[in-house]
């Protein structure tokens, strides 16, 4: 079975520079999940997808990042001016269920973004 | 305070040490405990999966929930080298996950 796939796995920008991201969950998976983690730190949810749906978002910085799921497969990630702050690995991460209390969830590679 | 707190090492230990990685969490409503370990420059690998309180193992390794005290274990026997990687808790109640900030471990051969 095939993982989580993301890319790019790495990215150099300048500041005020716009990125984009992808990810390709494990086929059949009805969930997907961004994370920032930065150095050092453990991962925090941006946003999460139910199929197509949002499900949460409460930590996603709205006014430069945003993310869409259009066919309830694929995902793109965006961030639109980049940040110094920013510079950070997006990990995509995808579970099987919806909204089901302790689904696994199985990660992608990751994009080491950094912004200068 | 947080709501996973985990100490963030580094931790060296010989090669075939027992090693001890723990968690506190302060919501007594999490019921799925995990570990994920975690290489340079990759994703998080799902290692252990625990529901509500008790012991689990797989081969060298054994998860261990204590609710009463909000503490979680991952021992490690026999370590290896190839463990030497940053160990990452997570805790559910809902179908979100909380994390902790990782351990790093170093096996020296």
């Known amino acids: 079975e095939a993982g989580v796939a993301q890319s790019p796995r790495y990215k150099i920008i300048e500041k005020r520079q716009s990125v984009a991201f992808w990810c390709n969950p494990i086929?059949?998976?009805?969930?997907l999940y961004w994370y920032q983690q930065i150095l050092g730190q453990g991962p925090k949810l941006l946003i999460q997808f139910q199929n197509n749906g949002v499900v949460d978002d409460s930590q996603l910085p709205k006014d430069r990042f945003s993310a869409e799921r259009l066919k309830g497969v694929d995902s793109t990630l965006k961030i639109q001016p980049a940040k110094l702050e920013d510079s950070a690995v997006y990990l995509c991460?995808?579970?099987?269920?919806?909204?089901?209390?302790?689904?696994?969830?199985?990660f992608g590679p990751g994009t080491r973004l950094t912004v200068t | 305070q947080k709501e996973v707190e985990q100490d963030p090492g580094p931790l060296s230990v010989p090669e075939g040490a027992i090693v001890s990685l723990n968690c506190t969490y302060s919501?007594?409503?999490?019921?799925?405990f995990m570990w994920y370990r975690q290489y340079s420059r990759k994703g998080p690998e799902l290692l252990m999966y625990t529901y509500s309180s008790g012991n689990k193992e797989d081969g060298r390794f054994t998860a261990q929930v204590d609710k009463s005290s909000k503490y979680i274990s991952l021992f490690i026997r026999d370590s290896q080298p190839s463990d030497s990687a940053t160990y990452l808790c997570a805790t559910s109640g809902t179908y979100k996950y909380i994390f902790g900030t990782g351990t790093r471990l170093k096996v020296l051969a």
């Open positions: 919501n007594s409503a999490f019921q799925y």
């Open positions: 086929s059949g998976h009805a969930t």
């Open positions: 991460a995808s579970s099987l269920l919806i909204l089901t209390a302790g689904d696994e969830q199985y």
